[in-house]
């Protein structure tokens, strides 16, 4: 990935306090972020979030109310959006149809006012590039989604831009063609370098595919972050609860001691020693975050790690790991994933009684919901 083309630390796209309103309506509100030049950076949250917003001002298709955008230095909101120079892949493909795959690579080129043998020569390495060297006769209805989707990629960098807009572009894939063409990105960021701006909200594409997140909810950035720091130390519960799956338990905050707190479970049961991400204070309502991957069940209960009893009301076979559905004996349900060794019989049925266990340091106590 682009993370070994040794990016300097100085922004290459930096944007700063933008905000979008429409009327009463705030769409974004206070982002800001610094992009290195070379790097993959997802902007990743659910519908409404603001994160197409912050991207179509980059694009210049809309006007912020308040902020500024900069590439490379210069200012980059006062420049009309054809003269920007950005690509843009949109989740449509918006490929011209009347025009065959090696035209629709060559017609922002001939805009540019290319040369027809230097237009040919660039065409030619950009279907190279998407592995459709091959197919540059054909029109886009004869070829497949993920197809048409590497022929707008071609299209977005044949003419070198500095940054690659992605909002949205592989949603309309089914899963495999998705998984697919999320490996050719990949493949053909480290190939080019280019700086990727890429709009998802499927947490697992992020994951996958960049170098850094930006987690958006309700119009601001909740974190930034590599896809390990995110999944590891999420700043807020939004972020914990959208990162990967989780499990939220309602406590009361018995003490805090610097970094870590005494918590109190809805039973009365105390446990020690949780570590603390938010601001709450003795008594306040928090919520006790568990990863489903960092869980244990225990026939009996130990003294060295904290545990809760449950029950087992549902079992799930997923080929490498058996999903276990629990209740807590104040009736909240709860997930735990159980590796599944090849023959091996699994050790639970529904109705099976057992203690949830799970180390201090992979919980984390967040603010209440």
């Not at 446990?271 to 709450?280: H, I, K, V, Y």
């Amino acid at each position: 990935m682009a993370t070994d083309l040794n990016l300097s630390d100085a922004p290459f796209l930096s944007i700063r306090g933008l905000r979008k309103t429409y009327g009463q309506s705030v769409a974004i509100d206070g982002v800001s972020l610094d992009i290195r030049e070379g790097e993959f950076m997802t902007f990743l949250g659910p519908s409404g979030s603001g994160k197409s917003t912050t991207l179509y001002i980059t694009a210049g298709f809309q006007d912020p109310t308040e902020g500024t955008v900069q590439l490379a230095g210069k200012p980059l909101l006062n420049v009309p959006p054809n003269q920007r120079n950005i690509g843009m892949v949109f989740q449509r493909y918006t490929l011209f149809p009347h025009l065959s795959v090696a035209e629709n690579v060559a017609f922002p080129l001939r805009v540019r006012g290319w040369d027809k043998q230097r237009i040919a020569e660039r065409v030619k390495a950009m279907l190279k590039l998407v592995h459709l060297d091959q197919h540059g006769d054909r029109k886009p209805s004869q070829l497949s989604g993920g197809q048409q989707q590497r022929v707008a990629i071609a299209r977005a960098l044949a003419y070198n831009p500095p940054v690659l807009l992605m909002d949205e572009p592989l949603s309309a894939l089914d899963k495999q063609l998705r998984e697919e063409i999320q490996f050719e990105l990949k493949r053909i960021h480290h190939d080019t370098g280019i700086t990727i701006l890429y709009v998802t909200h499927d947490q697992e594409e992020a994951l996958r595919l960049s170098d850094r997140i930006a987690v958006f909810n309700k119009g601001r950035i909740e974190q930034v972050g590599t896809g390990a720091e995110l999944y590891e130390h999420p700043a807020t519960r939004f972020v914990a609860g959208f990162i990967g799956h989780s499990n939220f338990l309602p406590v009361k905050l018995a003490q805090r001691r610097g970094d870590v707190a005494d918590i109190v479970l809805p039973d009365g049961r105390r446990l020690e020693g949780a570590p603390l991400r938010c601001d709450a204070a003795n008594g306040d309502d928090a919520t006790l975050m568990l990863r489903p991957d960092r869980l244990h069940l225990l026939h009996d209960a130990g003294t060295d790690t904290p545990s809760i009893p449950v029950r087992v009301t549902d079992l799930s076979y997923l080929g490498d790991v058996m999903q276990v559905h629990l209740a807590t004996n104040w009736h909240q349900d709860l997930d735990i994933r159980l590796p599944l060794r090849p023959g091996a019989t699994p050790d639970w049925q529904v109705g099976s009684l057992g203690h949830l266990a799970w180390v201090n340091a992979h919980s984390q106590v967040h603010a209440a919901a």
